[in-house]
């Protein structure tokens, strides 16, 4: 597997939904949504990746950290990096459709595993976006993480019970989702969830519940207090309201907010292993990648994404020396400059 073979399939398979830019920041997709851009000017898909590039990392070599361990523990798995792949899911108006649903969270989930971490998937007006997934992480006797959509109580319980049947690591809820408006029209409506919905939702699970779509302090606070195991300190991407902060913006206030209550993940314009090291100085535990990925399903199948979360892993190594940074358990804030 070579990096130039794999974007020129990704490039050719993704028939212009994606470009596969040298740098995915969002700038010849914006609007594109659906495709894979931000939603309305792209600026919040934009400012994750810019936020995150105005924070720069201190380099230290005069120390004696000779070796870097990427692993940790996540919901009781034992992982070689802490980078998930994100729930990714409408291959058909996202993609253009060269891959079914299935095929393509195969690929995902798989990649994800082969290179010793885990995938995760996602839910959308189509049945077929959450079975997908739910099969994929099936077929790796539960390794994956599936994320439900905001919709009444009753639909997001019975989700949530078909998760726990799979064996999944944890499940969760985007609850950033709550204003997609292609839900209703197909008869699914979401909705903002109340702490007391979100509480009934994370307590009729036996799985560790995250909630994806955190942006402010005082709802990371919400949804601990709901007994979340975690958040995702995300604006979805972009996708779902546009003129957000960066995720990078945000996530150090969150994570002064609530740090040690539960696991801190945050996604948004990850497109190296120093980004990772970023996020984890901001205050993270592990990160999430996006796009970054479809262009190694498409590209190269599960392979194509285990080889780009490899790639990723061998920079996070890498920054993790030239930081004086022993394991991830440990990243210090004093490595930012
Ligand atoms: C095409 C596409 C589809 C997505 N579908 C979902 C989804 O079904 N559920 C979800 O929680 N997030 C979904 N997301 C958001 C991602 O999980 C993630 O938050 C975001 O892509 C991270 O930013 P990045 O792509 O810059 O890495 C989607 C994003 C894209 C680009």
Redesign the pocket.
Known sequence: MDLSTLRKTAREELKGYCRVCPV?D?RACAGE?P???GMGTGSA?KV??EALSRVRLAMRTLHSVKEADTSLTLFGRALSMPILA?????VVY??GGRLTEAEFIRRMIDGAAAAGTIG?????ADPA?FDSGLAAISARDGHGIP?V?PRGQAAVLALLARAAETGAAAV?M?V??AGLAVMALKGQPVSPKSPEELKACSQATPLPFIV??IMTPDEAEIAFAAGAAAI?V??????VLDHTPGAAEVLPAIARAVKGRGVILV?????SGADVLKYLALGADAV???????VGAFGGGAEGVAFLLEKMRAELKAAMLLTGTASVGRVSPSILS
């Open positions: 995915c969002g949504a495709g894979m851009g898909f994750n990746v994100a729930p990714l899911t409408g996202n993609m995760c998937c996602g839910d959308g976006m994320f959509k969760g985007d950033d989702g994806k779509g995702v995300s604006n979805h991407g972009g996708r996604d948004g314009g990850v497109r999430l990648v996006g796009r970054p990925l479809v």
